[in-house]
């Protein structure tokens, strides 16, 4: 299944019951990142920005915001949120055509668990062609402790917001990959869809590699958007690189 | 997208999350109480006493409920209203 239509449905409800309430807090800690730069970060690129939650949470905190998104029906509750003249656009990695640089571009929330190795690659590469000189790419990933957890939680289910979910993961450790399965019921009137999403553990070297492959230095890599180190108990690591300054003279 | 996120939070919440991650489990538990508590609603404020004369009303009203309800005889009621009202 592609990534469009692995949203197509849960698009309606995902505000509502798939996530947790993150995002200002992850909003605070790239602002405070970016008030170290000594060039000003005014303009980022989302990729995989979805409903748009973190994008409005940085748009409060002053930056220009330009959202990328494989997901119509994500797109339109991101531009119901952000209103008319947001630049949102749809297109699906690793296509990544956007006019300019910019100062920072973000991918939160495993967006790039759903890339492929070579997926991923490509699109840490096209990434790093759209920043400036000292720009900042920062994204999050699971973590092998999560693929050990989803592995052993294989089956969860529960109630939230008049909605029955259920949801059951495959993890193929060799492979390193995951399907997941999300079944959703309507409490009210029984109305239900399934989706199936699937996605890729990479290995830090993988990344690492391509991250340096892209010419983007590694700054560090912290437990979930805080500046603690990574633990055995840590389930997504949230990973800071930047191209490198302009050589002057 | 957070799929996954969305079944370690509801088993962890749950308490269902299996053994072989009970260290994650307890850590991520730790995260969701701290995460709870930063919603919680503040806790509500007590309405202010209401001011003397709405006392009396509010009196009246019940005892003018008991007489309805015949807890109350008519004299007993009268008698009642009297004092209340200083008549």
Partial sequence: ?????????????????????????????????????PTPVRTVL??????????????ALGRSVVGVDASGSMLARARQRLGPDAVLLEQTLP????????????????????????????????????????????????????????AANAIVS?????????????????????????DIRRLSDGDSFAEHHRQFFHTDAEVEA???????????????????????????STWVARFPEARHG | ????????????????ATAVSGRVARRQANKYDQQAQEQAPPPEQY?????????????LQQLADLHTQGVLSDQEFAAAKAKILGI
Avoid at chain 1, 2 to 14: D, F, N, T
């Fill in chain 1, 210 to 236: 391509a991250l340096s492959g892209a010419g983007l230095s590694l700054v560090t890599v912290t437990d979930d958007y805080t500046r603690e180190a990574i633990s055995d108990s840590t389930l997504r």
């Fill in chain 1, 1 to 37: 299944m592609s990534q469009v239509q692995a949203y197509s449905r849960l698009a309606g409800v995902y505000d509502e019951i798939v996530v947790e309430p993150c995002y200002e807090r992850w909003a605070t800690y790239l602002h405070e990142l970016w008030e170290s730069d």
């Fill in chain 2, 47 to 59: 309405a202010p006493p209401p001011p003397a004369e709405d006392d009396s009303m509010a009196k």
């Fill in chain 1, 46 to 59: 989302d990729v995989g920005c979805g409903t748009g939650l973190l994008a409005f949470e940085l748009v």
């Fill in chain 2, 1 to 16: 997208m957070g799929l996954l996120r969305m079944a370690a939070r509801t088993a962890v919440v749950a308490g269902t």
């Fill in chain 1, 95 to 150: 296509e990544l055509r956007v006019d300019g640089d910019f100062d920072a571009i973000v991918s939160s929330f495993d967006v790039l668990n759903y890339l492929g190795p070579e997926q991923l690659k490509a699109t840490i590469t096209t990434a790093a062609a759209h920043l400036r000189a000292g720009g900042w790419f920062i994204f999050d990933l699971h973590t092998d402790a999560m693929m050990d957890f989803t």
């Fill in chain 1, 158 to 182: 529960g109630e939230a917001e008049g909605q029955h979910f259920t949801i059951r993961s495959v993890v193929d450790p060799a492979a390193r990959t995951c399907d997941t399965w999300i």
